[in-house]
């Protein structure tokens, strides 16, 4: 590395001979002039040292550093920062990089104290031969005194550079200077030094370069912008050619080492954008956290390190499912039509514009990508149109648009079965590759088309829309609280807006567990309670408004048990049993659990009236999966601020990719701490083993195709303008909402939280248990079972077939069987009618 760099020495010019006194006179003049200059200069230096910033030792260097994140695995998913820099030590650097920056910017570097009058001369010269500028005057060391003073050109920058490069010279060694220069120099794209300039073009850290790339690099400097290799790769080319041509001739390289640099293939990476590449919105809630608590200096200048819970490989599985089911969902609301209609005229203007989207690509289309084709022409019999991606022609058939009815309500179910209904010649439209399941599948509520696979070529189309309707999905393990996924919206680049933490949308039958949570616990209502589903009014004589709450079939069943209620989601004994518990406990018991947006004191609570976070609900759910125990949910389990000080540490001793060391830390930690229990374990068990049935024969039972042992809640408002799906097994809970950002719009009758939602959840939950058995939860002490009739509740008789078997707390088993004559309790509060007036 670079410790010990060769000084190009250039060599003395001839003695003067017979002209010496000629010279001894000169040199008088000269010194005299020196000593004028000198006064003039201390002048200067008195006038401006107060001025310049105190810099007397390394330990004081402390540059703007980036913050970076981290997922749980080290990878990195953002960085942030005004300079986007890493501190490399000097020893680090390769010997032949130091070389490549005095060649091409300092050749005088070890020889001269700050500044280098024949440096400027130099560069002056080479500049004229060119025609352009080529070489600056500025040594190394006024280039760092620039980081500290300014830009600006005016003369008081120019003369406070100059005195602090003379100050660098006289307090820090040449080896110090390189230093603070690698790590402080401008490289363009808001890279600064070399570390992270390496990361940022190459993927490589600066002591894996090879010499081509450190060529690149010590070309920057002088004009970063112009010489970019990843936006002007010819111009870079140049000036990697200028360069080693220096080294060469300075003796840093050989013949065949100069010959190999000029001639490598350097690949150049486009400048990672972690930020929106990897897990956007989970990165932005962080930023946002970062902010808040500690400051924009300390955000974008205080090189943090900062460690997440995001899981990438489950966040990736949760963006996947949640664009396919946005796609889906919003085709099955229709086609809204072209992009934009182009007269004849235009179409040779409009091709040219097009097949600048394959450029990149050599003209080649990605499978799933998107792109904007011309209609040409619609086939006689309306079976298929011919379409242009630019140059690229090929066929868009029906069956690949048969979705594309128009968007309006009640046309769900209609099937396009002529091109010509729907697009003209001139029309511009989205396309993407088309797959075989795209000429096959069948857009309808609850489907969710499998991951499409490959193209069938690259002439076949299927119709494509970018979707109005919106997601956001959240996914937590219970045991730690770590946020392991967080899904803010279809795309972050289109909307910032998160709507997994920001919005506040109603959910529907979604909040009913919240309330029967309450009745366990607080009545002790068992799943043998009957309810009475009665039609039931509500008259607000003030505002002159009824209310008459309806299940979803819009019918009525009479005596229900709770069990029955649950799993099949009905919203008349939901009303009654909030009715029972009273809307201000319920409340309470909501703000217990999590909830933390107001609810109005109303008995449409019952039924999801108020609006809540995605957010806040997962977590609700995941107390549900934790029998009762809260725990505050954790994106970041540890923060270290730039001097490798933990500043937060929020790790839960379980988490695997702690060291032994800190595992055992973390565990003392918590095993000093207690439970917050909010709901009894006995009662959040009950109301467990009832959303298990949900997902097995009640609204969620589609979930039962994952095979695993599962609980959760569907949830949808008045005409499905929000559709929600809560679940959760023992290790993994996952909400998911769809819907359109604004009420203009229901996503349709049919789209419930059970046809809408469940399947993108569904997609997330089998990708991120695959290859794990998850296991049953066990039943706390207090708990016995019995076995009851499916439709009254009542224990089944010894030796009877049928039945099922139920979770009771100890004492509140109903003591009336099935078939008996008198069909009524015996006094026991876990049987009683539950009606209203």
């Known amino acids: 590395m670079a410790d010990d760099i060769p000084i190009v020495v250039r060599k003395k010019g001839p003695k003067l001979g017979r002209f010496g006194k000629v010279a001894v006179v000169s040199g008088a003049f000269a010194f005299i002039c020196i000593l004028g200059a000198g006064a003039a200069m201390g002048c200067v230096y008195f006038k401006y040292k107060a001025d310049l910033p105190a810099f007397d030792d390394l330990d004081q260097y402390r540059p703007p550093v980036s913050t970076k994140v981290y997922a749980i695995d080290g990878r990195l998913i953002g960085e942030f920062a005004t300079e986007r820099r890493d501190v490399v030590p000097y020893d680090q650097v390769p010997t032949k990089l130091v070389q490549a920056f005095i060649a091409a910017e300092d050749q005088e570097f070890f020889l001269h104290q700050g500044m ?175 902010y808040d608590k500690y400051g924009e200096d300390a955000l974008y200048r205080g090189g943090m390190q900062v460690y997440t819970t995001v899981d990438l490989d489950k966040q990736y599985i949760a963006e996947e499912a ?92 209609e099937k396009v079965e002529s091109v010509g209904r729907v697009l003209g010649p001139g029309d511009l439209i989205q396309v993407r590759l088309a797959t075989k399941k795209d000429l096959t599948h ?58 997994a933490f920001q919005a506040c949308r109603q959910p529907g039958s979604a909040f009913k567990p919240i309330v029967y949570a309450a009745a366990i616990d607080k009545l002790n209502y068992t799943p043998s309670t009957i309810i009475v589903d009665s039609p039931l009014v509500f008259d607000d004589a003030e505002n002159q408004l009824r209310w008459k709450p309806q299940n979803f079939e819009q019918d009525f069943r009479g005596d229900v048990t709770l069990r029955n209620a649950v799993i099949h989601s009905l919203n008349v004994p939901a009303v009654k049993v909030l009715n029972a518990v009273g809307v201000g406990a319920a409340i309470d018991y909501a703000k217990k659990f999590g909830i933390r947006t107001g609810l109005a004191p109303n008995l449409s609570l019952a039924l999801g009236g108020s609006c809540v976070t995605l957010w806040d609900l997962t977590n609700v ?45 973390r565990a003392a930690h918590y095993a000093g701490q207690t439970d917050t229990r909010v709901l009894d374990a006995r009662s959040a068990f009950i109301l467990l083993r009832l959303m298990r049935e949900v997902c097995t ?96 509740g009542l224990l089944m008789p010894p030796g009877s077939p049928g039945g099922i078997s139920q979770p009771f707390k100890v004492g509140t088993t109903p003591d009336e069987t099935a078939g008996s004559s008198s069909g009524a309790a015996s006094g026991t509060t876990d049987f009683m009618k539950i009606d209203s007036d």
Request: hydrophobic letters at 40%.
């Open 697 to 792: 024969n009640g609204t969620g039972a589609a979930a039962a195709r994952l095979g695993q042992p599962l609980a959760g809640k569907t949830g949808t408002t008045n005409d499905a303008f929000d559709a929600w799906f809560m679940g959760f097994s023992k290790n993994l809970v996952t909400g998911v909402w769809v819907g359109f950002d604004t009420y203009e719009r229901p996503l349709g009758r049919w789209e419930t939280g059970g046809k809408a939602a469940l399947p993108i959840w569904m997609a997330y939950m089998g990708e991120a248990l695959k290859g794990r058995k998850e296991p049953e939860w066990e039943a706390p002490p207090g708990i016995t079972f019995a076995r009851v009739h499916y439709e009254t």
């Open 442 to 499: 069948v857009y309808e509520p609850g489907s969710l088309m499998p991951p499409p696979g490959d193209p069938i070529d690259q002439k076949t189309f299927a119709l494509d829309q970018d979707p109005s309707v919106q997601g956001a999905l959240v996914s937590e393990d219970p045991q730690s609280g770590y946020v392991l996924a967080m899904i803010g919206g279809y795309s972050f680049e289109v909307s910032e807006f998160n709507r």
């Open 116 to 290: 280098d009058p024949r440096g400027i001369v130099r560069a002056f010269i080479k500049n004229l031969r060119t025609g352009r500028k080529v070489a600056g005057g500025s040594t190394i060391t006024q280039q760092v005194a620039k980081t500290y003073v300014g830009r600006e050109k005016t003369y008081t920058r120019k003369i406070r550079e100059l005195l602090l490069a003379l100050r660098l010279e006289k307090k820090f060694s040449k080896r110090d200077i390189l230093f603070l220069y690698l790590n402080q120099i401008y490289l363009g794209h808001g890279l600064y030094g070399v570390q992270a300039a390496s990361r940022g073009y190459f993927r490589k850290n600066v002591w894996e370069l090879n010499l081509a790339e450190m060529a690149i690099l010590a070309g920057l400097p002088q004009a970063p912008a112009r010489y970019s290799p990843y936006l002007n790769p010819k111009k870079a080319d140049e000036r990697r050619r200028y360069v080693l041509d220096r080294m060469f001739e300075d003796g840093y390289v050989t013949q065949d080492e100069r010959t190999g640099a000029l001639d490598a293939k350097v690949p150049i990476n486009d400048i990672e954008d972690y930020f929106k590449e990897k897990a956007p919105y989970f990165t932005e809630h962080v930023r946002r956290y970062l």
């Open 322 to 413: 949640l664009i396919r089911g946005v796609k889906e969902i919003d085709k099955r609301q229709g086609y809204r039509g072209p992009l934009h209609h182009a007269d004849r005229a235009e179409w040779d203007a409009w091709l040219a514009r097009l097949d600048r989207q394959t450029a990149k690509d050599g003209g080649a289309l990605r499978p799933e990508q998107t792109y904007v084709a011309l209609v040409l022409a619609i086939a006689a019999d309306g079976k298929s149109a011919a379409v242009a991606v630019g140059k690229r022609t090929g066929t868009l058939p029906v069956a690949a648009m048969r979705w594309a009815h128009k968007a309006e309500m009640g046309r769900e179910w």
């Open 621 to 665: 759910f995941a107390g549900f999966a934790r029998l009762g125990v809260k725990k505050k949910p954790v994106f970041i389990r540890k923060i270290v601020d730039r001097d490798g000080e933990v500043v937060e540490n929020h790790s839960h001793f379980g988490d695997p990719f702690l060291s032994p060391h800190e595992r055992a830390e």
